[in-house]
């Protein structure tokens, strides 16, 4: 069992000069009451439970959490925790901070510790792990509070450092733990899906296209969808879309019109909608409040 260190508890804060809304943030968790309501954050949340147990919603799914987890929140999607004991470290960030789209081939965790519509948003921190987390995050702890030459660039090199060990470290052990979630079962034909909506997901919408694809019926491929991501189709597809979206809206100028089209969708109007059913704010919104640095080098 990984004992946590004894540390006198913080709260440090570094905000946008510019807009005085948060840049990075490093704080130790005594209690989940911080999260004991739905959280949409316009920022990347990074939890470390070390002690604790309960229940994680995320995505309006729900799964079991227990001591030495790590969790990955990327911005508005929402999550929050129901615990009876809650102990860690939280480290939150801003698009604008560190861009995880601008510097994928630095560090790869998109799709693996962020914006990974198959997977659970968390992973086992085993011992080694703990004490690379430990030693990273007493680093930070000590430059968030020396404001010297240089703190921004090396605050980002810990978080680089910290983001590439994390998604190593999911990287190892999130197929054993999908697979304990799911009971496993024709891998081919979850490996085709996840190809076929990787490739037409700007095309095709819904269901019964990819069940076609796929030579099966919907109801078929229906099942092994909510069995092994406990997830419908139609729920997949969505959140690749709001993916792609969402970096389009945070990287780019483009029109949100011209970003519907390429999306596949032929009226602003009805994909301004679906977008905000699927995060809870409007494109514009999350231009606004995620997408602010997009032009930044």
Request: proline share 4%; with cysteine.
């Amino acid at each position: 069992m990984i004992m946590p260190k004894t540390i006198e508890p913080y709260n440090l804060t570094l905000t946008n000069s510019k807009n005085g809304n948060l840049a990075f943030k490093l704080m130790t968790l005594d209690s989940s009451s911080n999260f004991d309501h739905i959280q949409r954050n316009n920022y990347y949340s990074l939890i470390w439970l070390k002690e604790g147990s309960g229940k994680l919603r995320s995505d309006f799914k729900e799964y079991d959490i227990a001591s030495n987890h790590l969790f990955a929140f990327s911005p508005y999607q929402p999550f929050m925790f129901l615990a009876d004991s809650f102990q860690g470290v939280g480290i939150y960030f801003h698009p604008d901070f560190f861009c995880i789209h601008r510097h994928q081939a630095e560090i790869a965790c998109h799709g693996i510790l962020f914006n990974n519509i198959y997977e659970p948003p968390f992973t086992l921190v085993d011992e080694n792990s703990a004490a690379v987390f430990e030693s990273i995050i007493e680093q930070m702890r000590i430059e968030i509070q020396n404001q010297g030459l240089a703190q921004y660039e090396l605050l980002v090199s810990y978080l680089k450092i910290f983001l590439i060990n994390s998604s190593r470290l999911k990287s190892e052990h999130q197929p054993n733990a999908l697979k304990q979630i799911s009971g496993r079962k024709e891998p081919f034909v979850l490996q085709n899906l996840k190809h076929a909506i990787e490739k037409n997901f700007k095309q095709k919408h819904s269901a019964g296209e990819y069940a076609n694809e796929l030579n099966m019926s919907i109801k078929a491929l229906a099942k092994l969808s909510k069995k092994h991501f406990n997830k419908t189709v139609t729920e997949l597809i969505s959140e690749r879309i709001v993916i792609e979206a969402k970096r389009e809206l945070y990287l780019t100028n483009k029109p949100i019109k011209e970003i519907a089209y390429e999306l596949g969708y032929q009226d602003e109007y009805y994909f301004s909608r679906f977008f905000k059913v699927n995060t809870d704010v409007s494109p514009h919104l999350y231009r606004e409040t995620v997408g602010s640095g997009r032009d930044a080098a």
